[in-house]
């Protein structure tokens, strides 16, 4: 469940850290009742960052389907082995 905190309880960092951390969920921070700030650990952003990434790549990859923009598996590894181990 997410932890909703008002904006005054941001005056102690060092309570709001170990929160995110030990959630490893984003926190909401509220102002005057409403959605301002959303605060999670290092950790919690580079995870989601990276599945934002990974996401788009599958969705490139669909998008390339769909315009039949592929190659046959044998011809992708011999340009793969070409690239990467021969000299």
Do not use: W
């Not at 030990?22 to 409403?34: A, L, R, S």
């Not at 950790?43 to 389907?65: F, Q, V």
């Amino acid at each position: 469940m997410p932890q909703i905190i008002p904006i005054k309880e941001l005056r102690n960092t060092n309570k709001i850290s170990r929160i995110c951390h030990e959630k490893d969920e984003p926190i909401f921070v509220t102002k005057n009742g409403y959605g301002d700030m959303v605060l999670m650990s290092m950790e919690t952003y580079e995870r989601n960052m990276a599945r934002i990434d990974l996401l788009n790549k599958i969705a490139e990859g669909e998008e390339d389907l769909k315009r039949g923009d592929i190659l046959e598996s044998g011809s992708a590894l011999r340009g793969l082995r070409e690239e990467f181990f021969e000299t």
